[in-house]
């Protein structure tokens, strides 16, 4: 049985997207850990299964059963609520492939519904809901404590000023409080450079540094935003690997960048039950 894979990135932060619209495919945790590997599989910072809500056991109660759910895997194999640079790429799949009808269409994730609009220059918009403030937590990173803003994007971010983002060290994990991220946290380093512009770089939880994270950047923007003391407002995001616009509302956040596929193929049966 020869199993279809497409490679793209949302700003360079890639992905292995597996078509599996019947929830066929037994998909392990390490036969994630596989796939993302640089060395043994494809290479990906994370897992994107295109699958029917109904062939999902842990699919959010009330979603009609032939809707399109984005079963997102961080690298290390653990499942991951949402993924901002994912989900970009997941509807420009959808749209590409026939899957949905019109430029408009809602995607589901674990962190709820997603509204994506696929642009004709291949950029897609995120509708990524209402945002919550978690209150101040702080990150250890270079042996220097920051205080950040906690940011509930659907999944959990720490967001942190820091005078220049290029001289952080973010090889190794930086501290945090467990107790007040139980669950792990995804942890943002900006640099505002204008107005309405910051940079970024982030370590992801159970990945490590990667070169954008999408709802990072949604997070950032409501950090940089914090920090001229607004709660709306467009903020521009410079990642290593790209830019992209957000925009905070009183109801809700967008997230616009770009979706790209790189290759596709199959994946031998015998890698995948060396995996299982």
């Known amino acids: 049985m020869a199993i279809a894979f497409l490679k793209g990135h949302g700003t360079e932060n890639d992905f292995v997207l597996l078509p599996d619209p ?7 945790a390490g036969r994630v850990r596989a796939l993302c590997d640089r060395q043994r599989g494809l290479g990906a910072d994370g897992v994107l299964r295109v699958v029917r809500a109904k062939a999902l056991d842990d699919a959010p109660a009330g979603i009609d059963g032939d809707a399109w759910f984005m079963d997102y895997r961080n690298a290390d194999g653990s499942v991951a609520e949402m993924c901002g640079n994912g989900v970009r790429v997941f509807a420009r799949y959808l749209s590409d492939a026939g899957l949905v009808d019109g430029p408009e269409f809602p995607v589901w994730s674990r962190a709820g519904v997603r509204p994506a609009t696929v642009h004709p220059d291949g950029t897609v918009t995120v509708d990524m809901g209402r945002i919550r403030v978690l209150g101040q937590s702080t990150t250890t990173v270079n042996g220097s404590t920051h205080t950040g803003l906690g940011v509930d994007v659907g999944n959990p971010h720490l967001v942190s000023v820091v005078d220049s983002v290029a001289e952080l060290d973010l090889t190794t994990q930086p501290a945090f409080d467990h107790e007040f ?27 490590g540094e990667t070169r954008s994270c999408g709802t990072g950047t949604v997070a950032a923007a409501v950090a940089a935003l ?9 903020v521009t995001v410079h990642i290593p690997g790209g830019t992209v616009t957000v925009t905070i509302t009183d109801d809700t956040s967008t997230l616009t960048g770009p979706a790209v596929f790189v290759a596709e193929g199959t994946l031998t049966e015998s890698w995948w039950d060396t995996y299982a």
């Not at 929830?23 to 392990?28: I, R, S």
């Not at 991220?181 to 990945?207: C, Q, T, Y």
């Open 226 to 234: 914090a920090a001229r003391r607004l709660t709306t407002g467009a």
């Open 22 to 28: 019947d929830g066929e495919l037994d998909l392990t």
């Open 181 to 207: 991220f139980p669950r792990g946290v995804n942890l943002e380093f900006i640099e505002v450079v204008g107005s309405a512009e910051i940079r970024m770089r982030v370590h992801e939880r159970g990945v």
